[in-house]
Each structure stands twice: as structure tokens, then as C-alpha cells.
């Protein structure tokens, strides 16, 4: 639901969408970052030693996903002069940024899965993460498809597409995780801590810092006591 808010106000206005997008942006920095460091981290601590090693080895391996899977399709080497160039340069870019995209919100839902494997107090803390910075994909992702010459009619289911794979992430590893030994579940949430610093730290915090405005911090701060609160009240 989380993503298809963000898809609507596309469809509705893209450019106040967008104008408005910043202040949730901010407040799911600091959620993401609090969530990490407050929850997830700890949790997975006590079940795996090893867990901060699976935190950075999550947030390289993001680091190459975007690197070499989203942000590739916006550098390829076409001959710009040419009308049908650059509109299979944008329909490339579309269909990469779709695929990166769709693969990170199916383990979004992975993430969700692994949390609530560990106790509902973390898989709760995991899917408030997930569905803080899901809106702002959304927006993205139909602002992406737009301006790659996706149809409206595609464009829409593409990004519904995109939206269901984290609930269907999220109902398929809850299967699979019943049982699962504590070493493996203690590395799932390590890689899953990692992943949400390296949004916050790499995609939200810069977007804040571009776009920026006097209500920034206080959001950023704002989703970070909301991140404590919520934790102390389910422990």
C-alpha cells in the first residue's frame, strides 16, 4: 500500500508529488537508521557473533547491485542525436531500473520475513523500515517509468508488480524461515540492518541534503525518537 500511495500521487500530480516527497524522505532516514542500530543489529547480535561482518557485506553487495544494475542503464553509450536512440536509451533504463527495483522490494519482503522469524517485536521494527521508505519508491519508480515512454496503462502495472513483491517476499520467507537455525537467522538480519543503512546512508540522507529545507532535521530526528518509541513500547 505503502508504494501504490506513492504511484497515485504520481498519477495525480507528479511534480507536487514530488515537492511534498522530501518530508517523508527525511523522516524514513531516520527511522531506517534507528531501526538498524536499535533493533535489528542487537537482535541479530545475540544470535550470531559474525553479524556485523553480514551487515557490511550487505551493504557492499547493495552498493554493486545499484552500481552496476540501476545506475548502469543511465550511462550506456548511444548515439543521442538520433530519435529512436535515445528513446531505446530510455526504455533500457526503464526496464533495468524496474528489474533493480523489483529485486530490492522482494527483499524487502525477505526482510520482513526474517524479522518476524526472530520475534514480532523485530519483525514488526523490520516491516515499519520497509514500509517507510517503500512510498518514497514508488514515487520513483512511475516517475521513472514516465519518463522512460512506458504507456500509462503499463507504467501502472509494472509498478504494481513491483509493489506486491515485498508482501509476497515477505509471506514466502515466513515459510521457509520456520525453524531455521539461530546462526543463519542471526546473518539473514545482519544483511538485512545493512541493507537499511545503506538506503538511509546512500539514497534517502543524500536526497535530503540536495532538496534542502529547515524542517529536514526535525523529520530525520522525528523518525528516529518515533523508531525508539515504537521499540520500547513492543519490548
Not at 511534498?20 to 535489528?40: D, H, P
Not at 556485523?52 to 553487495?61: E, T
Not at 522469524?117 to 512510498?135: K, N, Q, Y
Request: net charge negative; aromatic share 8%.
Amino acid at each position: 500500500m505503502a508504494t501504490l500511495v506513492g504511484v497515485y500521487l504520481v498519477l495525480r500530480n507528479e511534480e507536487r508529488a514530488r515537492r511534498s516527497s522530501i518530508y517523508l524522505i527525511s523522516f524514513a532516514s531516520g527511522a531506517l537508521l534507528a531501526s538498524a542500530l536499535l533493533e535489528i543489529l542487537p537482535e541479530a547480535l545475540e544470535l550470531n557473533e559474525g553479524v556485523f561482518l553480514f551487515a557490511l557485506l550487505s551493504f557492499l553487495g547493495f552498493y554493486i547491485l545499484e552500481q552496476n544494475v540501476m545506475v548502469h542503464a543511465g550511462h550506456e553509450e548511444i548515439d543521442l542525436c538520433s530519435r529512436e536512440s535515445e528513446r531505446h536509451r530510455r526504455h533500457s533504463m526503464g526496464m533495468v531500473s524496474l528489474l533493480g527495483v523489483g529485486f530490492h522490494s522482494l527483499l524487502d519482503g525477505v526482510i520482513i520475513g526474517a524479522g518476524f522469524a526472530d520475534s514480532t517485536a523485530t519483525g514488526i521494527v523490520a516491516a515499519f523500515g520497509v514500509i517507510m521508505h517503500e512510498f518514497p519508491e514508488g514515487l520513483s519508480m512511475m516517475s521513472i517509468l514516465f519518463h522512460a515512454g512506458f504507456r500509462r496503462g503499463r507504467a501502472l502495472a509494472y509498478s504494481v508488480a513491483v509493489a506486491l513483491a515485498t508482501p509476497f517476499g515477505a509471506m514466502a520467507s515466513s515459510a521457509l524461515l520456520q525453524g531455521i537455525e539461530p546462526l543463519l537467522l542471526g546473518a539473514l538480519l545482519g544483511v538485512a540492518a545493512g541493507s537499511f543503512l545503506y538506503i538511509a546512508a546512500s539514497d534517502l540522507i543524500p536526497e535530503t541534503r540536495w532538496r534542502s529545507n529547515p524542517y529536514n532535521v526535525p523529520l530525520v530526528a522525528a523518525g528516529m525518537v518515533t523508531l525508539l518509541g515504537l521499540d520500547l513500547l513492543l519490548h
